[in-house]
């Protein structure tokens, strides 16, 4: 029996079933669900791991069962809590795939076999059906069946956290999710392109990304430079570093911030007038690239540099690099980042009724197709908050629900009032 479609959005009448927990994959449905996809999340009777994820030791500490690390990727979605182990389980998920239009898991290959929600079992049930797997390290080789996070599959392997280590010291904890949801955008891709595809053929496929891939893709410049065999410059501490713009510099507030500039001789002139030492455009150390680049040069820069950015407070700078059309940012923090204006002003935060938490600004998805809004969005959902209309949704009679429950192979639990 089909789900009923959602009445408003691009992608009203898109049924989605998401059988996914962390971030990848479900930053998937969140988009579809922007858009006005119905997305119906299977978790387990304990919810998703991570509702819990503000409870890892480090994170953020928040006094509440299922905290912000869910909210950003799983707002507007209904909650189905269903034991996906349980023999009752195969018939559910069944008539839910009968009806869907896309099927979203990272579930690794030999359990989604033993589940029976492999790709042929699903493409035999529906073969219009857009089955779009997110994976650790990919559908080949190995290691396909190997557990895997964002920081391990997209970070670590990849070569970027290679190139942010400290040369002197060890690397601080990266952003959660950082990397998931990189690779849950590509998979995204995915899904709207065999959706495209199956208007032309009427045939659903199978798609699929992984954090490993993702990773080789972000870092595919300097990954590059090694598949043509570049030499690989030996790293420098920051003070004899090889670029006077590559390096974090300190404002006399303390504020850290960083210059990025990539045209070196166009731009030279301008940085040179924009610290105040316009002598140095033309001085004979430093007047071309080649001249700068000279052993111990760039570590004079870096001297000259630090001394005249002390001597100001963050606010000068800004106003300073800006005058000069120099592309530069202050290393912000969590206060910073929530409380900037550019952010605001692109729409990046919105606001939500949470059941729990109020009235609370969350992350927007990335994207915005100006002819077609997202629809009004809606909080997360609790665990198993939609699971009795759900599974009436597709015939189960209210005593089946409720035999289900007892039996504790589904979880019905209602929104906080």
């Known amino acids: 029996m089909a789900l009923p479609p959602q009445t408003a959005g691009l992608l009203s009448g898109v049924r989605v079933i998401e059988a996914a927990g962390m971030v990848m994959v479900p930053s998937v449905g969140a988009v579809l669900a922007d858009y006005g996809a119905q997305v119906v999340k299977i978790e387990p009777l304990e919810g998703d791991l991570n509702r819990r994820g503000h409870k890892i030791p480090g994170m953020p500490i928040q006094d509440v069962d299922s905290g912000y690390c869910f909210i950003p990727d799983n707002r507007g979605k209904r909650s189905l809590a269903l034991d996906l182990k349980a023999p009752e389980s195969a018939g559910i998920m069944r008539r839910l795939v009968e009806g869907a239009d896309v099927f979203l898991t990272n579930i690794r290959p030999k ?19 857009i089955y779009a797997h997110g994976t650790g390290f990919g559908d080949a080789g190995a290691e396909t069946d190997k557990p895997g996070f964002d920081t391990v599959c997209y970070w670590s392997r990849s070569g970027m956290e290679a190139s942010a280590f400290p040369i002197d010291g060890w690397l601080g904890h990266l952003g959660y999710g950082t990397g998931d949801h990189p690779g849950g955008m590509a998979l995204l891709s995915a899904v709207l392109m065999a959706l495209f595809a199956r208007e032309r053929s009427g045939k659903g496929t199978r798609v699929s990304s992984s954090l490993l891939a993702n990773g080789a893709w972000s870092n595919s410049i300097m990954i590059q430079a090694r598949l043509v065999e570049a030499k690989f410059q030996e790293r420098h501490p920051r003070e004899d570093a090889r670029n006077v713009t590559s390096v974090y510099y300190r404002a006399g507030d303390r504020r850290i911030f960083k210059i990025a500039i990539v045209d070196s001789q166009r731009d030279w002139p301008k940085l040179c007038r924009a610290i105040g030492r316009a002598d140095l455009i033309d001085d004979p150390r430093y007047a071309t690239l080649a001249l700068r680049t000279q052993e111990g040069r760039m570590r004079e820069l870096i001297q000259i ?26 290393v912000a923090n969590y206060d910073d980042v929530v409380g900037d204006k550019q952010l605001a002003a692109n729409g990046v935060f919105l606001e939500i009724d949470d059941p729990e938490l109020g009235r609370v600004r969350t992350v927007d998805s990335p994207l915005s197709i100006e002819s077609h809004p997202k629809v009004a969005r ?35 639990h209602a929104a906080p009032t």
Do not use: M
């Open 305 to 330: 540099c630090d001394l005249v950015f002390a001597s100001q407070p963050i606010d000068h700078w800004k106003r300073v690099l800006e005058e000069h059309d120099l592309p530069y940012s202050i």
């Open 111 to 129: 359990p989604l076999e033993r589940l029976g929600l492999d790709w042929p079992a699903l493409q035999a049930l529906n073969p219009r059906l």
């Open 378 to 412: 809606k909080s997360a959902p609790r665990i198993g908050e939609h699971t009795r209309e759900i599974l009436a949704e597709i015939g189960l009679a209210s005593t089946e629900i409720d035999a289900l429950v007892e039996r504790k192979v589904a979880a019905a």
